[in-house]
């Protein structure tokens, strides 16, 4: 089915390990982000990206690192899991343009415990 | 910089009640005006939005006008209902002129509760 996907769903790590989270959209795109949800935060942009290997940092970059090779795929790697970053990671995509095409559309997220 | 806020919740308000969250913003120029709905477990769905001033918008019998002289976007419904309960994020998208790459900013969400 088309869309934007999330995997793991869950993910339960320790600290100081790598962990990739990825995303996956079937509607080619143009720009695709991530954000981290945190109660009492709201949602925060971690990177962006606006085309297949162009990324730029967001809000909370440090710790994370992303790439996108293709335009449907946007992975996103925390190189030291530490307990700070335990949330729930969201991705989102939208194309490029005004007007009608201003809609963010979300993946279901991914939950992530770091112990 | 871009700021939204949004009242705190929670808010807990009976079936058929009147429902209003209020959104304010800090913004150059004109942005781009959303209201996002997260139900339990599942990712932000758009529920409304509006791209320039006095524009409604509306969707499942919700309502939000983007007032510019207010810099608000408040969140009504006039009769809520069980299946409204969910956290609703108000956000902002910059003009796209500014370089802002359609960043959103969000507001920190406010959890509904509706009771039957």
New interface residues.
């Given amino acids: 089915d088309a869309g934007i996907t999330q995997s793991p769903r869950y993910k339960i790590t320790e600290t100081g390990r790598q962990v990739t989270l990825m995303c996956h959209q079937t509607w080619s795109h143009s ?1 695709m ?1 991530w ?1 981290r949800q945190d109660l ?6 971690i990177y ?1 990206s ?1 085309a297949a290997d162009i990324t ?1 940092k ?1 809000e909370v970059p440090d710790g994370y690192v992303v790439s996108r090779s293709k335009t449907e795929n946007f992975p996103l790697t925390l190189e030291s899991a530490t307990r700070s970053q335990t949330s729930v990671y ?1 991705c ?1 995509s ?1 194309i490029h ?3 009608a095409s ?8 991914t939950r992530l415990t770091v112990l | 910089g871009d700021s939204v806020t949004q009242m705190e919740g929670p808010v807990t308000l009976s079936e058929e009640a009147f429902l209003t969250i209020n959104c304010t913003y800090t913004a150059t120029g004109y942005p781009s005006l959303f209201w996002y709905v997260q139900y339990p477990g599942e990712g932000l769905q758009l529920l409304l939005k509006a791209t320039k001033a006095d524009d409604k918008g509306s969707n499942k019998g919700f309502e939000a006008t983007y007032r510019k002289e207010t810099t608000s976007f408040h969140l009504e419904k006039g009769s809520v209902q069980v299946s409204d309960s969910a956290v609703y994020f108000c956000a902002l998208s910059p003009p796209p002129f500014r370089g802002s790459n359609y960043k959103l900013t969000f507001g920190k969400g406010t959890l509904l509760t509706v009771n039957p």
Avoid at chain 1, 40 to 45: C, M, N, P, T, V
Avoid at chain 1, 102 to 109: E, I, K
């Fill in positions: 720009y982000f954000y009492g935060h709201g949602l925060r942009l962006y606006a730029d967001g969201f989102a939208r343009g005004q007007g201003d809609t963010q559309y979300f993946g279901p997220g």
